[in-house]
């Protein structure tokens, strides 16, 4: 799809000028830069991404690799339970984290409960809320009630949030169940996360 100049720009990239040839900017897990006519080099990008990913923790399963449409028809099923999942992540974090620094607090006990209230949820429920036992995290400038809140400065380690942002409400009244706050830079003004709270967090594909 990146052999000419001529032919229609994917809705996921951007065309501009690198080193003074024309580029195309991909927008996936990442951003790369390649210029046009690098198919093969897009490829081969992901294949390295994957394995390095993969790397850092071959053991956690394919459960999390799951598109949520797939995990939440399991769910629904009974083929897994909302506390199966977020025991996964529980997991995953445990393996990845101390080299990604990603995480960077967590309501796991308060999230294992909510898991539990999920699934006596499915078993009684012939309409159980649309994201019912799906995990997720939020950055930790967006509030989790009693998580911190600090934006990644000093100056405000002692923060932390005594209510749900409205999309974290949002989340929590469809059923879905959040499991921590990630990284961020410093008041959000970078492009990457790093601060003197909680360091630098690492690219899980090249950490």
Not at 71 to 76: A, D, P, T, W
Not at 159 to 164: G, K, L, S, V
Not at 166 to 187: K, S
Not at 191 to 207: A, F, I, M, V
Request: proline share 8%.
């Amino acid at each position: 799809m990146c052999k000419s100049n001529n032919r229609a720009r994917p809705a996921s990239s951007r065309e501009y000028r690198w080193r003074g040839q024309p580029a195309r900017v991909f927008f996936a897990r990442s951003r790369c830069v390649l210029p046009l006519g690098e198919e093969s080099l897009i490829q081969a990008t992901r294949t390295a991404s994957t394995t390095a990913a993969e790397s850092i923790a071959p053991d956690a399963g394919a459960l999390l690799a799951l598109p949520m449409v797939e995990l939440l028809g399991m769910l629904r099923r009974g083929e897994v339970s909302p506390v199966g999942v977020l025991e996964a992540c529980i997991d995953r974090f445990a393996a990845v984290n101390p080299t990604l620094n990603a995480l960077v607090a967590d309501p796991f006990d308060a999230a294992l409960e909510e898991a539990a209230a999920a699934e006596r949820e499915y078993a009684t429920s012939a309409h159980p809320r649309p994201l019912l036992g799906i995990p997720f995290t939020v950055k930790e400038m967006i509030q989790v009630s009693g998580m911190p809140l600090t934006f990644g400065s000093l100056v405000r380690r002692d923060r932390r949030a005594t209510a749900d942002a409205t999309v974290v409400a949002r989340l929590r009244a469809a059923g879905a169940i959040p499991v921590g706050v990630t990284n961020v830079p410093e008041w959000g003004m970078w492009t990457e996360s790093y601060n003197h709270l909680y360091g630098r967090t690492s690219n899980p594909h090249d950490p």
